[in-house]
C-alpha cells in the first residue's frame, strides 16, 4: 500500500453495486493490500495441498481413523492455546511482523517434512510432530493474519476488503485440493505425491514471506502500560468481549458450530472418501474443493451486496444453520462423489456469506488496540474447539460414520434452535442499523 496512514475522508453517499465497486477499486488500489492479496492466497494454495495430503497420508501409513483424529488434534490444540497469546503479541508488535517470521517458521516445518517422505522415511511419530509443530506456529499465524485487512484500508471499505482476501483465497482453496487430490492420486505412489504436496507447501510459503517482508504497514499506536504483561492483554481482550451482548453471541455461535460441525467434516470427509467413494483421494480434493467454492460464490455475494437489515440477517443466520444441520446429517448415505460435491457446495455458500458479513462487523466494532486480542479469541471460537472435536470425534467415526454425520446434524438444529430463542441474537441484529461505536485509533509507522 502506498499511503501509509488511514486516511479519514469520507466519500460522496453511492447507493448499491456503485458504492461497492467504487470500495473494490479502493482496495485494490492499494500498493500493500495487493502484495497482502497475493501473499495469503498462495500460501493458502499450497496449504491446501498440505490439507489433503496430511490427512491422506496417516491413512496410508495407519488406515486408523482414530490416528487421524489425534494428528489433527495435535496440530489444533496447541495452534489453539497459542492463538490466545498470538493475538497478545500481534497488538504488541504489528501483524506484519508476526506473519513474516511465521512464514519462514513454517516453510521450513514443511519443506522439512517433504524431505523426510520423498526419502521414504516417514513414520507416524513425525507426522505427530510435524502437527504439533505446526500447529504451535499456527497459532500466532492466525490471529496476525485476521488482523492484516483493518490496518490497510478505510472502515468504509472493510466488507469489499474482506471480500476480496478470503474471495480469492478460497478460489485458492478450490482449486488447490482438487489440484492435490489429482496429483497425489496420479503420481506412481502416495506417498510420492504427499511429499511433492509438502513441498509445494514449503515454496509458497516463502513467497508469501517476501510479499511480507515488502510491506510496511501501520500499527495502532498502543500505549505501552496496555500490553505490559501478556496475560493481562489477554484478559483485557477477553472482558471486552464478554461485556458486548451482541458479541458474546457470536463467540458462542460460532464455537457451537464449528464444534459440531467443521470437526466431524474435517475427519468425517477424508473417511467417507477412503471407504465409500471409488475415486478415493480425487474424491477427498473435489469435496473439499466443491465446499470451497460455495465459499467463494458466499464471499462474492457478501462482497457485492450491502449488509443486510437485521430482520433479513436473523432469517440468513437461520437458514444456514438449519442448512448446516439437515446437510451434515444426510452426508452419512452419499456414494455418488458429485452428489456430495453439490451439498457442501450448497453448505459453503451459506458459510461464506455469513463469514464475511460477520467478520467484517467483528472488525468494525473492534476498538483498534483491542484487534488482535479480540481476532485470536473469535479464531479460538471458529477454529480452536475444532481440534478438541476432531479428536473426540475420531473414535466415534472408527465406530459408525454414519452416525458421526448424524450426530454431529442434530446437535447443529439444537443450536439453531437455541439461537431463535437467544436475546443475543436480538442484540446482534439490531447492531447493524447502528453505526460503529469505536473509532479507528491514529496510527503510525512501524
Wanted: proline content about 4%; hydrophobic content about 50%; overall charge neutral.
Amino acid at each position: 500500500m502506498t499511503p501509509t496512514e488511514l486516511s479519514t475522508d469520507t466519500h460522496p453517499a453511492q447507493t448499491g453495486a456503485t458504492a461497492e465497486r467504487g470500495a473494490m477499486r479502493r482496495v485494490l488500489s492499494l500498493h500493500d493490500f495487493r502484495l497482502l492479496l497475493v501473499g495469503s492466497s498462495t500460501s493458502l494454495l499450497g496449504d491446501q495441498f498440505a490439507l489433503i495430503a496430511t490427512p491422506w497420508l496417516v491413512l496410508q501409513l495407519s488406515d486408523d481413523p482414530l490416528a487421524l483424529g489425534m494428528v489433527l488434534a495435535l496440530e489444533g490444540i496447541p495452534r489453539a492455546l497459542c492463538m490466545l497469546v498470538g493475538g497478545a503479541v500481534t497488538d504488541r508488535v504489528s501483524p506484519r511482523r508476526v506473519m513474516l517470521v511465521t512464514d519462514i517458521v513454517r516453510g521450513a516445518i514443511a519443506g522439512a517434512m517433504a524431505a523426510i517422505v520423498l526419502a521414504g522415511a516417514v513414520e507416524m511419530w513425525m507426522l505427530y510432530v510435524f502437527a504439533l509443530c505446526f500447529g504451535l506456529i499456527s497459532g500466532f499465524a492466525v490471529p496476525a493474519q485476521n488482523s492484516m485487512v483493518p490496518t490497510l484500508v478505510q472502515r468504509d471499505d472493510l466488507q469489499a476488503g474482506n471480500a476480496v482476501i478470503m474471495g480469492t483465497t478460497q478460489l485458492a482453496a478450490f482449486v488447490g485440493p482438487t489440484l492435490a487430490g489429482v496429483a497425489i492420486a496420479a503420481s506412481s505412489t502416495s506417498t510420492t505425491g504427499v511429499g511433492l504436496a509438502f513441498g509445494l507447501d514449503a515454496l509458497t510459503f516463502a513467497i508469501s514471506a517476501v510479499t511480507f517482508a515488502l510491506m510496511r504497514t501501520p500499527r495502532a499506536a498502543v500505549a505501552q502500560a496496555e500490553v505490559a504483561r501478556l496475560w493481562e492483554s489477554i484478559t483485557d481482550g477477553f472482558r471486552h468481549l464478554w461485556a458486548d451482548e451482541a458479541m458474546r453471541f457470536v463467540f458462542c455461535l460460532l464455537a457451537a458450530v464449528n464444534f459440531f460441525v467443521v470437526g466431524p467434516l474435517l475427519v468425517g470427509i477424508p473417511l467417507l472418501a477412503h471407504q465409500r467413494l471409488a475415486e478415493g483421494a480425487t474424491a477427498f480434493g473435489v469435496l473439499m474443493g466443491a465446499f470451497a467454492i460455495g465459499n467463494l460464490g458466499g464471499y462474492v455475494l457478501a462482497g457485492a451486496t450491502r449488509s443486510p437489515s437485521g430482520t433479513v440477517m436473523r432469517f440468513i443466520i437461520l437458514g444456514v444453520l438449519t442448512g448446516y444441520g439437515v446437510i451434515v446429517a444426510s452426508l452419512g448415505q452419499i456414494t455418488h462423489t458429485w452428489l456430495g460435491a453439490v451439498l457442501l457446495a450448497g453448505l459453503g455458500a451459506g458459510n461464506g456469506y455469513l463469514a464475511i458479513t460477520l467478520f467484517t462487523w467483528i472488525q468494525a466494532r473492534t476498538p483498534h488496540q483491542l484487534l488482535g486480542r479480540t481476532m485470536s479469541l473469535l479464531t479460538f471460537a471458529s477454529l480452536g474447539l475444532v481440534s478438541i472435536s476432531q479428536a473426540a470425534v475420531g473414535g466415534l467415526s472408527k465406530w459408525d460414520l454414519d452416525a458421526l454425520f448424524l450426530l454431529s446434524g442434530g446437535l447443529v438444529l439444537a443450536t439453531t434452535a437455541w439461537a431463535a430463542t437467544s436475546r443475543g441474537l436480538g442484540t446482534f441484529t439490531d447492531s447493524l442499523t447502528q453505526p460503529a461505536t469505536q473509532p479507528h485509533h491514529d496510527l503510525e509507522e512501524t
